[in-house]
């Protein structure tokens, strides 16, 4: 199967600042890794996304990562806003003897924007 | 917003009560899952399928959950005999393939099993 791990659980970072994520996993063959918003009493909204075949993506102030040989992976916003306050869940997806496209999870990061 | 239709919002069942819940996924996509994600914001893969056909299902779903996604009825996530654990937040997605591609979120089912 697979593993995500993602850390930090809770991120405070002040408004105007950046904020990381990073997510590591296991299964090598993995190759689709989306990240998800979520606001209390709603659903996850998939807001970026990356495949095996790239190493870097940009849109609309969120930038993710992924280094294939170190198994990791990362959302960073730029120029946080209190909007952003929210969980943030990667996940990660694809080959070997996982379910056909089953999601794994990371435990998610509590992201407050303060002013 | 969601174009993946969950009904109902809440749900609240006593213990061996069924409960069901449905899900209407998104218009064109053929793949179908439920997770279950506790309180603790933890999410486990339940069950999936492509059209009418289980693709897979963990084994705590084969005993108590089925699931089920008739052509032109909303699928369905049927909990037979429910319990305390069973408490969560039931969420449906929908895809257009089984892998590689983006996975889309309902609202949910809360279930709470008194």
């Known amino acids: 199967g697979e593993q995500v791990e993602q850390l930090p659980s809770i991120l405070r970072v002040q408004e105007g600042s950046s904020a990381s994520i990073n997510c590591t996993y296991e299964?090598?063959?993995?190759?689709?890794f989306p990240w998800y918003k979520q606001e209390p009493g709603e659903n996850p909204k998939l807001i970026i996304d990356?495949?095996?075949?790239?190493e870097r993506k940009q849109t609309q102030g969120l930038i993710v990562l992924l280094d294939k040989k170190a198994k990791r992976f990362s959302l960073h916003i730029t120029d946080t806003q209190p909007g952003d306050s929210a969980m943030y869940f990667c996940?990660?997806?694809?080959?070997?003897?996982?379910?056909?496209?089953?999601?794994?999870f990371g435990r998610g990061t509590r992201l407050q924007v303060y002013a | 917003n969601s174009k993946v239709i969950q009904t109902p919002r809440y749900l609240v069942k006593g213990q061996g009560q069924k409960a069901k819940m449905r899900c209407i996924p998104e218009?064109?996509?053929?793949?179908v899952f439920w997770y279950q994600q506790n309180k603790n914001n933890e999410f486990k893969f339940l069950i999936n399928?492509?059209?009418?056909?289980?693709?897979?299902q963990i084994d705590m779903t084969e005993k108590r959950f089925s699931a089920e996604c008739p052509s032109n009825s909303p699928c369905s996530l049927e909990i037979q005999s429910s319990e305390a654990g069973d408490s969560a937040l039931y969420l449906c997605a929908s895809s257009l393939s089984p892998g590689f591609t983006e996975v889309f979120f309902g609202k949910g089912t809360r279930l709470t099993v008194v």
């Open positions: 996940a990660a997806s694809g080959g070997g003897t996982q379910v056909v496209g089953q999601l794994t």
């Open positions: 399928f492509q059209n009418q056909e289980v693709l897979q």
């Open positions: 299964n090598s063959a993995s190759n689709y």
């Open positions: 218009k064109g996509h053929p793949v």
């Open positions: 990356i495949r095996s075949n790239m």
